[in-house]
């Protein structure tokens, strides 16, 4: 998404320069008299009601992600041109009392409502800072999916601040989910690759016929089938066994797999990854690495 804001062609990427460790730790805490600069709301309970089991407000924001993009002012110097900011936010919030763990559901709603009001105010502290005044700083929302799903989470709107500005001019909804293969609800924006993906693992479980699971995550964006990835967890076997794996691999991405969509497909085992197989958007060779 900063690449929408960013062209590669444009800027140089840089890590985060502008929020520092103290920033980050104090920003994301809650508000409170010892801390008046956290993000997260400030836990309003007295003794009594902490006795009581009261629980305090669910915590939304999790992470901030800075990345810094510099432009050539000349040919021996660059200076910032730009900031993306990413902001994770929990769909469930995990706490404990008395050592009891809950977990709360956060509604999409109110995730959007206080992503959109934190975006607001951490573009007001970073304008403050030096060489901040005047350039576009790019904010995504990242929704967290669930601590148990295999899936991430999803960016769900973005937006950006022009220079000199104090708030995102306009937020544009962002279209994007991560789907689980094989799946027992497809519909028919997944059916064809649901249906390749199915006769990929029967190709795969005939190999091994003691095998245990085959499982693709398609990322799609806007509708649209971005790329993905399928684990293939194994036994451990000789290199000769792998290579021969992982050659048969390689041929059924190339039967399965349409050349309009990115695949890669990770071997691992217990001793750690084994084999990897990357076939990139209009490749007609896919790229093979077999781990050391």
């Not at 306009?170 to 991560?178: F, G, I, M």
């Amino acid at each position: 998404m900063s690449q929408r804001q960013f062209s590669p062609d444009d800027y140089y990427f840089q890590e985060g320069q502008k929020i520092t460790s103290e920033d980050a730790s104090a920003w994301l805490s809650r508000s409170s008299k010892e801390n008046p600069l956290g993000l997260n709301p400030a836990d309003p309970r007295n003794d009594k009601q902490k006795a009581d089991g009261d629980r305090p407000p669910a915590e939304i924001l999790a992470h901030i992600v800075e990345q810094n993009y510099l432009v050539k002012t000349d040919k021996e110097t660059i200076r910032l041109g730009g900031v993306s900011i990413g902001l994770a936010l929990n769909s469930i919030y995990y706490n404990s009392i008395d050592e009891v763990s809950y977990e709360e559901t956060i509604p999409h709603a109110q995730v959007e409502k206080e992503g959109k009001r934190l975006a607001g105010e951490i573009i007001k502290r970073l304008r403050e800072k030096e060489g901040m005044k005047d350039v576009p700083i790019a904010v995504g929302l990242f929704k967290q999916n669930s601590r148990g799903a295999i899936a991430p989470g999803t960016y769900f709107a973005y937006g950006v601040a022009p220079g000199g500005e104090a708030a995102v001019a306009n937020w544009t909804p962002v279209k994007e989910e991560y789907i689980i293969f094989p799946t027992s609800g497809t519909g028919d924006k997944y059916r064809d690759v649901d249906t390749s993906f199915r006769n990929f693992k029967m190709d795969v479980e005939e190999y091994f016929s003691n095998f245990t699971s085959v499982i693709g995550t398609g990322f799609y964006q806007d509708d649209q089938l971005r790329k993905l990835e399928i684990d293939i967890p194994i036994q451990f076997y000789g290199s000769a066994e792998l290579i021969g794996f992982t050659q048969y691999l390689t041929g059924l991405v190339l039967e399965h797999f349409p050349e309009n969509i990115e695949v890669e497909v990770s071997v691992t085992s217990t001793n750690g990854p084994e084999a990897l197989v990357l076939r990139k958007v209009g490749q007609t060779e896919p790229i093979v690495h077999i781990y050391d």
